[in-house]
């Protein structure tokens, strides 16, 4: 693992994840299940809508948040596009919400969950070995897939925790092979009921492709996701439409040690906030993606795309920004009224 060359990892910025033991693991785990995972009610909505209390006074809320992130993104010469979700209290801010995006490695959480539906159906398991896969050099005229070769073989649960936490590539096709391709990814998505997004080739293509499109300027529906769908994504796992409690706990906690991206959703949020995300990065593309636990335990999901010629550091900036917006709207306490509604 420590041989794990730099061109593995997706170009997220981070510093990587420390290594911790099976029984650090298991009690993270127990904290996010009574943090970040036990308020959601039983009876929760649905990922293509969400539930809307007082409305009225709900709506002039989302409006107040949307005009501030809309003056934060009005200083970019780039396509933003942000989806934001309170998925307790109801309220959503939706800014270019079915224009797709690119992905770049918030793809990684398809994949994860699809191997973790596999898990659930008895296909595989967490400590069953799969090697990782390692881009082959190409000689000649490119194929329209990046060859790959088998490589360092390991537990698919250490896969995962590469592929999430440090956003390893060589781990994230392996997990991708696992299952049987990008194929399998696009079938989970669909029978989740996931529209906009999907997964075109492995993370070696993505990445040897990166550069052949300005994402600023053209809008590129490979391995790309609308705001809307990715938001989707992230209120059926968390509200346990979309995976089982054992293998939800197991995606939450890991995202919860994303290693990359300290500058972008991290940097919005007050220090202690709970929180679980995946970022991604490619030329001109910065996103990140998640779910925080608000202060009242309320989980509000959000995904944020950001293209432009800017570079990832102002991105970085501007998603942090976003966060904060975001975070500072829908942590006003509800009224008790709708807050208790909002958890039956």
Known sequence: MN????????????????????AMRLRKIALIVGALIAIPAPGATAPAGYTRTAATAQDQRDLAIQQSVEA???????????????????????????MPFPMASTAKIAVAATFLAGVEQGRFRLDQSFPMMLPVVERGERSSTAPLRAGPVMPAQSLMELSITRSDN??????????????AVNAWLAKTGI????????????????????????????????????????????????????????LLDTMTRTSTGKNRMRAGL?????????????AGVTDDVGIIRLP????LALAIFVTGPEGHTPHATMIA????????????????????????
């Open 72 to 98: 934060i993104i009005a200083r970019s010469r780039g396509r933003i596009g942000v989806a934001a979700a309170d998925l307790d209290g109801g309220g959503q801010v939706l800014i270019r919400a079915d």
């Open 270 to 282: 007050p220090d202690g906030t709970v929180f679980a995300h995946k970022t991604g990065t490619l």
């Open 3 to 22: 041989g794990i060359s730099r061109v593995a990892r997706s170009r997220d910025d981070g510093n990587g994840l420390q290594k911790s033991g099976h």
């Open 170 to 183: 060589h781990a994230t096709d392996g997990l991708i092979t696992a299952v049987g391709g990008v194929g």
């Open 321 to 344: 920004q976003i966060t904060r917006a975001l975070y500072d709207g829908y942590a006003r306490d509800l009224p008790r009224g709708d807050l208790q509604a909002s958890r039956r």
């Open 296 to 299: 009242d335990g309320r989980h």
């Open 195 to 250: 529209v906009g997004q999907h997964l075109d080739s492995t993370m070696a293509t993505l990445v040897r492709d990166d550069g052949r499109v300005n994402p600023a300027t053209t809008i590129d529906t490979r391995t790309s996701s609308t705001p809307r769908a990715m938001l989707a994504l992230l209120a059926a796992i968390d509200r346990g439409n979309a995976l089982s409690p054992q293998s939800r706990a197991v």
